[in-house]
C-alpha cells in the first residue's frame, strides 16, 4: 500500500451501507471480534461479492471471514504498532524506510481500504469448520511467515498452493482483486482495486 499510485486514486464516496455478514450465510471466526460488532461489517458489495464466490468454490469447502470493517483508530494502531516493531527490529533505518517497510503489510490509516468497508480477510475451511492449509495463518507477517503471506510465496507445499489457487479463482471470479503482500486480503471499491 505505500506505492504512492495507490494514495494518488481520488475517493468518491458510493453510499453504499455497511452490512453484518453475520446475517447472511458466511461462517465468520472471532479472531478479530470487537465490542461494537465491526469487525463483521462490509460494504454490500463487498458482501454481494463473497456470497457469489461463496457460491463457486467445491464441495466441502467454505469461506471464513475473519475481518471486514476497522474502525481509523484501530487501522492507526495496527500501523504504529507494526512500525514500531520494525523500527525496534532496524535501528539504522529512518522514518521513511520504516513506514514504507510497514505499508507493505499494514495500510497507512489515510488510505486504509478496511476502513472504508471496502477491505475483507478470508480464508478457508472445510464443511466441519476446520481451517485448510493455506502455507501460514492468516495475518502473519512477513517476518513471522518467513514470506509465505505472500500470495505467491515459493516454497509452498502443494496443498497451500491448491488451496490458495482455489480461493483465489473464487474471488477473482467474484470481482475482488488481492493485496499480493497478504493471500488473505481482498477487496472490492477501494483504491487499490481501482489501481
Same mark, same amino acid.
Given at each position: 500500500?505505500?506505492?504512492?499510485?495507490?494514495?494518488?486514486? #481520488?475517493?468518491?464516496?458510493?453510499?453504499?451501507?455497511?452490512?453484518?455478514?453475520?446475517? @447472511?450465510?458466511?461462517?465468520?471466526?472471532?479472531?478479530?471480534?470487537?465490542?461494537?460488532?465491526?469487525?463483521?461489517?462490509?460494504?454490500?458489495?463487498?458482501?454481494? *461479492?463473497?456470497? @457469489?464466490?461463496?457460491?463457486?468454490?467445491?464441495?466441502?469447502?467454505?469461506?471464513?471471514?475473519?475481518?471486514?470493517?476497522?474502525? #481509523?483508530?484501530?487501522?492507526?494502531?495496527?500501523?504504529?504498532?507494526?512500525?514500531?516493531?520494525?523500527?525496534?527490529?532496524? #535501528?539504522? !533505518?529512518?522514518?521513511?524506510?520504516?513506514?514504507?517497510?510497514?505499508? *507493505?503489510?499494514?495500510?497507512? #490509516?489515510?488510505? /486504509?481500504?478496511?476502513?472504508?468497508?471496502?477491505?475483507?480477510?478470508?480464508?478457508?475451511?472445510?464443511?466441519?469448520?476446520?481451517?485448510?492449509?493455506?502455507?501460514?495463518?492468516?495475518?502473519?507477517?512477513?517476518?513471522?511467515?518467513?514470506?509465505?503471506?505472500?500470495?505467491?510465496?515459493?516454497?509452498?507445499? /502443494?496443498?497451500?498452493?491448491?488451496?490458495?489457487?482455489?480461493?483465489?479463482?473464487?474471488?477473482?471470479?467474484?470481482?475482488?482483486?488481492?493485496?499480493?503482500?497478504?493471500? !488473505?486480503? !481482498?477487496?472490492?471499491?477501494?483504491?487499490? !482495486?481501482?489501481?
Amino acid at each position: 500500500m505505500s506505492d504512492r499510485r495507490v494514495a494518488a486514486i #481520488p475517493v468518491q464516496e458510493c453510499g453504499e451501507e455497511l452490512v453484518d455478514v453475520r446475517t @447472511h450465510g458466511i461462517h465468520v471466526d472471532l479472531r478479530r471480534m470487537d465490542d461494537t460488532g465491526a469487525f463483521a461489517h462490509v460494504r454490500r458489495g463487498v458482501l454481494n *461479492r463473497l456470497l @457469489h464466490a461463496q457460491s463457486l468454490l467445491p464441495a466441502g469447502m467454505r469461506l471464513l471471514f475473519v475481518e471486514g470493517f476497522r474502525p #481509523p483508530s484501530l487501522q492507526r494502531r495496527y500501523f504504529e504498532e507494526y512500525s514500531e516493531e520494525l523500527a525496534r527490529a532496524h #535501528p539504522d !533505518w529512518q522514518a521513511a524506510q520504516i513506514r514504507d517497510a510497514a505499508s *507493505r503489510f499494514v495500510s497507512p #490509516p489515510e488510505i /486504509a481500504p478496511h476502513s472504508a468497508g471496502a477491505a475483507v480477510d478470508v480464508t478457508l475451511v472445510d464443511d466441519q469448520g476446520h481451517e485448510l492449509d493455506m502455507g501460514t495463518r492468516v495475518n502473519a507477517s512477513p517476518e513471522e511467515s518467513n514470506g509465505a503471506c505472500y500470495t505467491d510465496a515459493p516454497g509452498l507445499s /502443494a496443498r497451500a498452493r491448491t488451496n490458495r489457487a482455489t480461493l483465489a479463482g473464487a474471488l477473482s471470479t467474484a470481482g475482488l482483486v488481492n493485496y499480493a503482500t497478504e493471500f !488473505w486480503h !481482498w477487496s472490492y471499491g477501494d483504491r487499490y !482495486w481501482a489501481l
